[in-house]
């Protein structure tokens, strides 16, 4: 069966190494050779990328040229994950190398440790407040709610739990109302559009909300009881606008999926927010310093709006990371990545792409 696969337009904050031109390319020998002579770096992996990076123009026949057989026949959740897999550590650090080159030739590079200062906390009723958005997640949100609701914190710190449902239908609200505990806070939003990151904003700006406030999907769980004061330890030992931690793969028994941790290894302190501009994720869970976040605000999508904070925060304030496993993504068939068709996947790369073409032209400036 002869199926449609269209690919989207470049734009010039398509930075992402994985970004799919098709599998014909065609080049003005003369302009090929000089950028050819521009490159004084022996590459094993990144040598296409760092032409395509140099490339001033480059123009998409939106026609037919070829047929195309695809041998990668994994869903897309499983290709996911391919960045940050060990095996394919070489060929991360060769494409970080040659985006942080590009990056510096444009003058879009930020140096290390040219960070703002941080707003000042105000009073808040609680340390941290753990943020779940939901829609329809009848099957998993008690899972999700009493592994927030376990969390241990040492005195004098404190937390609540903030669960935001968007308009379910199949009896989500009342799994949540059901669960009876004084930490937990149940929000029912309006039937105006919200998706992720709208859910998010009604949360962070509900004066119940913490100091610091802490990611929990509505399919996913933490990892044990540690995770909260984890996150609250990480902020208070440096002036963090976002925090990041680690997460593993599971299904919805437990058990380990390939590949396993997710731990992001490629970000570093001196080169994270550059590298940045090159991946589609910097990991999870996400804590945020609320006072900052608050003025920034997520986007109003369903797709990509932690991506879009993340870039955000990064310009201007240090990021922390934990490397210590605190949360269990669980995959199932209602994952929203978990099997996309192409058209899906496009949509979702052309809104990173975008965002990082509006971040890109904000640190050229």
């Known amino acids: ?9 470049y734009q010039i904050g398509a930075l992402r190494d994985d970004f799919d031109f098709g599998a014909v390319l065609l080049w ?18 990144a040598g296409l990328y760092d032409l395509r990076l140099r490339a001033e123009k480059l123009a998409h026949i939106p026609e037919y040229l070829y047929y195309e057989v695809e041998t990668d026949t994994r869903k897309s959740g499983e290709k996911l994950f391919d960045y940050v897999d060990p095996r394919n550590r070489q060929v991360q650090i060769e494409m970080e190398q040659c985006v942080t080159a590009h990056l510096q030739r444009i003058g879009a590079y930020l140096k290390p440790g040219e960070y703002k200062s941080l707003p000042q906390a105000e009073d808040y009723p609680v340390t941290a407040s753990v943020i779940i958005p ?35 239908t199949d009896g989500t609200a009342e799994k949540i109302q059901a669960i009876q505990d004084d930490k937990l806070i149940y929000i029912a939003q309006d039937k105006t559009w919200h998706a992720i990151g709208g859910n998010w904003n009604v949360a962070i700006h509900d004066p119940r909300c913490g100091k610091y406030a802490i990611q929990l999907d509505s399919d996913d769980t933490y990892f044990d009881e540690t995770t909260v004061q984890k996150f609250i330890d990480a902020f208070e030992s440096g002036n963090y606008g976002m925090v990041i931690g680690t997460y593993q793969l599971t299904n919805m028994a437990g058990e380990i999926l390939p590949p396993g941790v997710i731990d992001h290894r490629e970000w570093t302190d001196d080169n994270g927010r550059n590298n940045a501009l090159r991946i589609n994720g910097l990991g999870a869970p996400r804590g945020f310093y609320v006072p900052l976040l608050r003025t920034i605000n997520y986007p109003t999508t369903k797709y990509g709006e932690d991506y879009a904070v993340g870039l955000r925060i990064s310009r201007d304030y240090p990021i922390g990371r934990i490397y210590d496993v605190l949360y269990n993504c ?23 792409d975008r965002l990082r073409t509006w971040e890109l032209l904000a640190r050229l400036k």
Do not use: G
């Open 1 to 9: 069966m002869v199926t449609e696969a269209p690919v989207i337009d």
């Open 28 to 45: 003005d020998t003369a302009k090929l050779k000089a950028l050819i002579a521009q490159i004084d770096t022996e590459y094993e992996f």
């Open 330 to 352: 669980r995959r199932w068939e209602d994952n929203s990545d978990a099997n996309c068709d192409i058209v899906a996947m496009n949509r979702n790369n052309w809104y990173k």
């Open 134 to 168: 939901c829609k329809n997640r009848a099957r998993t949100i008690a899972d999700a709610i009493h592994s927030a609701l376990a969390q241990k914190l040492r005195a004098p710190y404190s937390f609540n739990v903030i669960v935001v449902d968007d308009n379910s």
